[in-house]
């Protein structure tokens, strides 16, 4: 299973960007879905989370500025970065609670990371 992230980039302060993150392999059902950032020096903090069924949740520094969707149809998850801030900045990475085909459990596998810098 590989979950791979993509969309980050460089912005200027009151941007927008979306990222994506696929997951692939021999997977069976995915349950909850993330994004978290991480800056140098810090603790990952959780940024948005999402069920399979659309329900949400967003970190407060986050709220009503981004938002998070999925197409279970594709296995991926979005997140939709509007009013960016200089404090956005950081690697966000994505990760899926999922079971693999065959399997017996629920595991969760993180991707790559993608870098996003707001510019003020």
């Known amino acids: 299973v590989q979950l791979e992230a993509s969309g980050g980039g460089l912005v200027q302060a009151g941007g927008s960007l979306r990222l994506s993150c696929a997951a692939s392999?021999?997977?069976?059902?995915?349950?909850?879905m993330a994004w978290y950032r991480q800056v140098p020096g810090k603790q990952r903090e959780l940024v948005a989370t999402?069920?399979?069924?659309?329900?949400?949740y967003y970190g407060d520094s986050v709220k009503g500025r981004f938002t998070i969707s999925r197409d279970n149809a594709k296995n991926t998850v979005y997140l939709q970065m509007n009013s960016l801030k200089p404090e956005d900045t950081a690697v966000y990475y994505c990760?899926?609670?999922?079971?693999?085909?065959?399997?017996?459990?629920?595991?969760?596998?993180w991707g790559q990371g993608t870098q996003v810098t707001v510019s003020s």
């Open positions: 990760n899926a609670n999922l079971q693999e085909v065959g399997g017996t459990f629920y595991r969760t596998h």
């Open positions: 999402i069920t399979r069924s659309g329900d949400t």
């Open positions: 392999g021999s997977i069976f059902s995915i349950n909850i």
